[in-house]
């Protein structure tokens, strides 16, 4: 792939990262929630770049993130032994295609 300016451009890939918030006014949490888990596809040229983008997003979502892990790429996840499912697949697809991060999951904390 080249750039308009004829540069090699690097190719975004997939990560998946599970992302900790704590509680904000307008999180859209539940009541009595202390937090949630959320699963997240993130597009980026890097791992960095995706943690990056993907806390921005959550900040712009009104939400507090905490903590990022990252599982890696689909490729890295399935060199660990990880069983991708088509459903989750087309998740990360649809991240892909929309250079975007998609939600997958939110898990609420409760006390």
């Not at 996840?77 to 697949?89: F, N, T």
């Amino acid at each position: 792939m080249t750039d308009d300016t004829g540069g090699k451009r690097a190719r975004h890939q997939i990560y998946t990262l599970l992302v900790e918030v704590g509680r904000k006014t307008g999180d859209g949490l539940p009541k009595g929630a202390t937090g949630a888990a959320l699963m997240v596809y993130a597009s980026g040229v890097n791992e960095a770049e995706a943690v990056n983008e993907t806390v921005v997003t959550l900040r712009r979502a009104d939400m507090a993130p905490l903590d990022v892990t990252s599982y890696g790429t689909a490729e890295e996840r399935e060199a660990e032994g990880h069983d991708i499912a088509e459903d989750e697949r087309a998740l990360m697809a649809r991240a892909l295609d929309d250079n975007a991060v998609v939600v997958a999951q939110v898990t609420p904390f409760y006390d």
